[in-house]
């Protein structure tokens, strides 16, 4: 992450925000607190390792210079540890007012490999964690007249088309996005906006040690399969979430924003391909569609 650079937003956009971030002490996550702390807004990160959250902490206070960062620690699978770690924001920051379901876990493997409890372990890190934080955030904040509200789900683009050698995480992503559009309108009269993010390939130490194993990030350059050429920078990521936290978007509900260079679309338009077709077999084709015409 560049730490420098300058939010879209302006300074003070996000004041009087409170957001709880899961897995907010590495890559993408932690991408997010530092843009939000920037732009005023109070940030408690939570995951299991309480040393990484403790370091996260430090370096995002050095960074946006906002002393408004906590940690708590909490697997998010189970939901006691999630409604402690809620309470124990709610005790040193008051009432939260945003969420970002970002924790997960992924592997890549054959499915056929995957053991029973491999599958489930996947499943309930973004699956069920994502319910365990959303149910109770959810009941706390309708019942205490909490609003406006902004969750924020980070997606996948395989949500939707789904992907082989990562089917744990794909059919657990869909469920998420099906949540998202699901509680967007049963939750909007309580003033709680629900909107997903999908992103695509932006390099992060988690994903690309598991999904890039070995000598596969040589072999399947994630850039070379996007349309722009290239991986997302976490800063672009960041400021969309920025937006979609802030009250600049009230009227975005149930939405999935792709950032992802138009990699998706690349692979499902079936006459992108003919990207490897070089302007000279161009010419050559069309002279010879022109010369049948004649
Ligand atoms: C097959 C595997 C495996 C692998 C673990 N398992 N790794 N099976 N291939 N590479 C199996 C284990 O053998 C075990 O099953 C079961 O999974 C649980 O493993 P544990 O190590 O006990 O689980 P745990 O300690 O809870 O760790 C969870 C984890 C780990 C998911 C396995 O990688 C983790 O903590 N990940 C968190 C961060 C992360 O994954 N970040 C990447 C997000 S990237 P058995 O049967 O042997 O007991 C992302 C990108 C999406 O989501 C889109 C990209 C475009
Ligand atoms: P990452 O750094 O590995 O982030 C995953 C985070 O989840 C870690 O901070 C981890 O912290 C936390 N976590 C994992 N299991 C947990 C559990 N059981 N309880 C609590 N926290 C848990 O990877 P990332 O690339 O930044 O991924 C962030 C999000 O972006 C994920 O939702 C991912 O699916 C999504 N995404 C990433 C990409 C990409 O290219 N990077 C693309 C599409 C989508 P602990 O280990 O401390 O628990």
Redesign the pocket.
């Known amino acids: 992450m560049n730490t420098t650079y300058t939010p879209m937003l302006r300074e003070g956009s996000l004041t009087g925000k409170t957001v709880v971030i899961t ?1 907010g002490g590495s ?1 993408l996550g932690k991408a997010m607190a530092l843009t939000l702390l920037r732009l005023g807004a109070r940030v408690a990160i939570c995951s ?1 390792n309480e040393e990484k959250l403790q370091k996260a902490v430090a370096e995002l206070r050095a960074q946006s210079g906002n002393e408004e960062v906590m940690y708590a620690v909490c697997d998010v ?1 189970e939901q006691e540890q999630v409604d402690a770690a809620l309470e124990k924001i709610r005790n040193e920051f008051g009432d939260f007012n945003a969420l970002i379901n970002n ?7 054959p499915t056929e ?6 599958f ?3 499943i309930d ?2 699956l069920r964690g994502t319910k365990n934080l959303t149910l109770s955030a959810g009941k706390y904040w309708i019942a205490n007249g909490i609003r406006p509200v902004s969750v924020v789900n980070i997606v ?3 949500a939707w088309t789904g992907s082989g050698y ?1 089917v744990p ?1 794909a059919a657990a ?1 869909a469920g998420v996005l099906a949540m998202t559009r699901s509680l967007a309108v049963e939750w909007a009269k309580y003033g709680i906006r629900f909107n997903a993010v999908a ?3 932006f390099p ?1 130490k ?2 690309w ?3 890039l ?1 070995g000598d596969l990030a040589r072999k399947f350059d ?1 850039a070379a399969r996007v349309p722009l050429r290239r991986t997302g920078r976490h800063e672009e990521l960041a400021d969309l979430v920025a937006y979609l936290i802030s009250d600049y978007s009230g009227y975005v509900n149930g939405e999935v924003i792709t950032i992802d260079g138009g990699e998706w679309l690349q692979g499902a338009g079936q006459f992108n391909g003919f990207e490897a077709v070089t302007p000279a077999q161009w010419d050559a084709l069309q002279q010879m569609l022109k010369s049948r015409k004649k």
């Open positions: 897995g890559g299991r699978r924790a997960a876990g992924n592997f890549v493997s490999r995957l053991s029973s409890r491999a489930d372990v996947i890190i973004v996948t683009t395989y990562v995480s992503k992103p695509g390939p992060t988690g994903a040690e598991r999904l194993p994630p």
